[in-house]
């Protein structure tokens, strides 16, 4: 089963525009949460990550929003750019190493 | 400063032959996980190795797959008698570290058996 659940599936946003991203998981012992970039015919690329401790996680134009509380976790791309168009995928893991990845988001910006 | 590199990038096998994909880490990486992506889905973790040594193999099928890291050379992940089912994107990634929190990822593997 999935431990990590992810939607949209996809979104479209206009340039400029924010797109939201959001996770969703049930194991309470997960402790690092990371946010991978990929491109078609690459490999993912980690973006940005965030532990329990903290809230919101915040580098360039995009942001980690945590809540612990309702298991979730969510991010955000603000002033979205044709070049930030590719499939996002979120993460979890217990114990750093063993990443469970959400189904993935493919993210449209259009010009 | 190389990244992960993962060769070959295609590979296209007939079922019942054996399957090989290599993955060099990053330079001063000890750590090698590897990950399979089926289309329309994430990845789903498989193996982590250090060198000589299988860290955690709870995610790989208990037959046909194996995994290795030696001393000298490249990790392997080697499939043998391959099924269509197999058909997937196999990703390696490194780490520096044993905490494993920051895993840089080659750009894949895509093995089609027809």
Redesign the interface.
Known sequence: QQQVKQSPQSLIVQKGGISIINCAYENTAFDYFPWYQQFPGKGPALLIAIRPDVSEKKEGRFTISFNKSAKQFSLHIMDSQPGDSATYFCAASINDYKLSFGAGTTVTVRA | NAG?M?NPRHLVRRRGQEARLRCSPMKGHS?V?W?RQLP??????MV?LQKENII?E??MPKERFSAEFPKEGPSILRIQQVVRGDSAAY?C?S?PY???????????TRLTVT
């Open positions: 992960v993962q750590h996980y990950y329309e889905e994430g990845l789903k973790f982590y955690d709870s995610g990703f990634a780490s044993s905490r494993g929190d920051e895993q840089y990822f080659g750009p894949g």
